[in-house]
């Protein structure tokens, strides 16, 4: 029978706890009380919109290109005299570039993922201005640009070499085909079954027209186009230029040795070009997304900081108040408290002080996302963000009391009623 007393007055029980007077205890403390209901709710503010934050720029460092990023690079050539002829130096270096047994292809191109050159173009599946426009970014490639960037073809077919251009810059001939991405497609056609596409006409910038060849799986736009990013057309075309663009693809695990080879190679083959720009596309991709990724550490490093600012400022104001209250603790536990109920006294304190922040957090939250919405155009913040971030300050706060919790469910009754 004792035994079983003993279990009893050790369980935890909600009719144990004196929550009156655990209320009317944090309303006389009203300094602490405040300080850690503001610290909880400005550090769930930060914490749900920082962690937000950083999810949508994960999202746009891990999205895929449609390209093989890991095996391409690319480099200018540069003529500089005033008999460099550029078509037919382009033509011998692409025709010598395919030649080279680590090159898979080569293509000259200004317009590719993380190169932020292109142009951009209204499209149309009928004329007339009240008809749905859909903007995309243009790609000029010859029949080679496919293989060369890695691109998958899901319908269609690919340009063969009859039908790509080498125009200049003011040429006005326009090509008779075209190739799309996927999402374009979809966009200006409603329609999933990617076969269906094929064969039908576009209108480019309410001037041109022209038949829909093939559709590729994904090509992103060389900049971040809101919302439009994976609209893209590709043009039989090649630009002739003094300066031109070459975009490599090599076979896996060859890329560094090939830029090395292709550099002398082609500052060799010719004195009147000088070769630059020689970069892969994974170190343009990091320049690009740096401001991305400067952006995550930091919201990394202040939600780190401010989780730990608070975790101790609870620990502290709750060895504060314990040490504060180290005779009242003696006496209740004279009186028959055992350590589980201290224990639950100071759960119950630490619950009601972080359930205050987290409502006052939820509000500054919510506030915070509003003019974030309005001043930088981020999205609304998802409540799962809120919960979760709610989520760990109830855990990190019952973390913070632990230390002080243990010393003070151990208190002697004896030593804490001295005088």
């Known amino acids: 029978m004792k035994r079983n007393n003993q279990t009893h007055s050790n369980s935890v029980s909600l009719s144990r706890i ?9 309303i006389r403390q009203k300094y602490t009380f405040t300080m850690l209901v503001l610290q909880i709710g400005l550090t769930l503010a930060v914490l749900s919109n920082g962690l937000f934050i950083v999810s949508q720029r994960l999202e746009v460092l891990q999205r895929s290109t449609g390209i093989d990023e890991t095996n391409t690079f690319a480099l200018t050539s540069s003529g500089f005299t005033t008999s460099f002829n550029p078509e037919n130096s382009i033509k ?14 080569a293509v000259a191109t200004y317009a590719f993922p993380f190169s932020g050159s292109s142009d951009w173009d209204e499209l149309q599946t009928s004329t007339g201005h009240n008809e749905n426009i859909v903007p995309a970014a243009s790609y000029k490639l010859d029949e080679h640009g496919i293989e060369a960037l890695g691109l998958i073809l899901v319908a269609g077919e690919n340009f ?10 003011s040429a006005k001939t326009f090509p008779s085909v075209v ?9 200006l056609f409603n329609s999933a079954d990617w076969s269906t596409v094929v064969g039908k006409t576009i209108y480019i910038n309410a001037t041109h027209s022209a ?11 060389p900049w971040n186009a809101a919302g439009k990013i994976e609209s893209s057309i590709i043009y039989p075309r090649v630009i002739i230029r003094n300066s031109a663009r070459y975009f490599i693809r090599t076979k896996p695990n060859t890329l560094q040795t090939t830029m090395v080879e292709v550099e002398e190679y082609l500052a ?40 730990i600012v608070a975790s101790l400022g609870i620990a502290g104001l709750t060895s504060f108040n314990l040490v504060k209250r180290k005779k009242q603790i003696g006496i209740r536990r004279a009186l028959g408290a055992n350590k589980t109920d201290i224990l639950s006294y100071c759960v119950a304190e630490n619950v009601i002080q972080s359930t205050c922040g987290v409502f006052l957090g939820w509000l500054l939250a919510i ?53």
């Open 160 to 169: 063969n070499a009859d039908e790509v251009l080498w125009q200049t810059e």
């Open 179 to 187: 190739i799309i991405t996927a999402k374009l497609a979809s966009d």
């Open 367 to 419: 506030g915070l996302n509003i003019f974030l919405v309005s001043q930088y155009a981020l999205p609304k913040l998802p409540l799962s963000y809120l919960a979760i971030a709610t989520l760990c300050l109830y855990i990190l706060g019952l973390l913070a009391i632990l230390k002080p919790a243990i010393k003070a469910m151990n208190i002697s009754p004896a030593l804490a009623t001295k005088d």
């Open 268 to 307: 060799a083959s010719s004195q009147q070009r000088m070769i630059r720009k020689v970069q892969s596309i994974q170190s343009m991709k990091k320049q690009v997304y740096g401001p991305d990724i400067g952006a995550i550490s930091i919201l990394l490093v202040v939600i780190s900081a401010l989780s």
């Open 18 to 26: 004196p929550f009156l007077a655990l209320l009317r205890t944090l």
């Open 92 to 105: 011998a270096d692409l025709n010598a570039l395919r030649q080279l047994p680590n090159i898979v292809n």
């Open 211 to 221: 038949i829909v060849k093939g559709v590729v799986k994904q090509l992103q736009a």
